[in-house]
C-alpha cells in the first residue's frame, strides 16, 4: 500500500492508529490506490451500515439533530447565564 499511495509505511501505520490528521488530498490519494471512492473511505466498518445503509443514516442523522439540540442548549444556556446573545 505504501508503494501505491506513495506514502511511507510508517505515515500509513499513523493514519491507521489515528495519530495524524488526513487531508482532503490525502484521502484522494488513499482512495486511488485503493481503487474506491473518497467518500468510502469515510464510512464505518460496520456489518448493519453494510447490511441497512438506510436504517444507519437515518440513526446518523437522528444522533446528529441530538448533538445539534444539545449544542444549541448549552450555547443559550451560557447565554442566559451571561446575558451574551449576540
Known amino acids: 500500500m505504501a508503494e501505491k499511495s506513495d506514502f511511507s509505511a510508517q505515515t500509513l501505520s499513523d493514519i491507521e492508529g489515528c495519530r ?11 482512495a486511488k490506490a485503493l481503487h474506491v471512492a473518497e467518500y468510502q473511505l ?22 446528529l439533530q441530538g448533538n445539534i ?3 444549541i442548549n448549552i ?7 451571561t446575558g451574551d446573545f449576540t
Open 20 to 30: 495524524r490528521w488526513v487531508s482532503a488530498a490525502t484521502i484522494s490519494k488513499l
Open 75 to 81: 450555547h443559550f444556556d451560557k447565554a442566559k447565564d
Open 69 to 71: 439540540i444539545d449544542t
Open 42 to 63: 469515510l464510512m464505518p466498518e460496520n456489518n448493519e451500515t453494510l447490511k441497512n445503509p438506510i436504517k444507519s443514516s437515518l440513526e446518523s442523522l437522528i444522533s
